[in-house]
Nanobody
């Protein structure tokens, strides 16, 4: 299973970005999907997760109300819509796949390479 994240970039505070993660080599609809982020010198942090059928989502406290995770099983793709971005959202964002993993990092089996998001003040 391979995950390819894209959509990162340099934006200003208050702007929006949408990240995408394309999955290949597996049965996408069987996996719960998640987004994590890691800033320099910090541990990888849970951002959002979505169940295999999109019926349930979870968010980290710092992004609730600003970020939205969604998926398109026909396109084998999961998205992270990020609104009202803040400088503290600056990090490398990783997508991941697992069997109903929720917010638990170690339950994710497959990881993408990461995409950099930088938010300037």
């Amino acid at each position: 299973v391979q995950l390819q994240a894209s959509g990162g970039g340099l934006v200003q505070a208050g702007d929006s970005l949408r990240l995408s993660c394309k999955v290949s080599g597996g049965t996408f609809s069987a996996y719960g999907m998640g987004w994590f982020r890691q800033a320099p010198g910090q541990e990888r942090q849970f951002v959002a997760a979505i169940r295999w059928n999109g019926g349930s989502t979870l968010y980290g406290d710092s992004v609730k109300g600003r970020f939205t995770i969604s998926r398109d099983n026909a396109k084998n793709t999961v998205y992270l819509q990020m609104n009202s971005l803040k400088p503290e959202d600056t990090a490398v964002y990783y997508c991941a796949a697992g069997r109903d993993p929720g917010w638990i990092r170690i339950k994710y089996d497959y990881w993408g390479q990461g995409t950099q998001v930088t938010v300037s003040s």
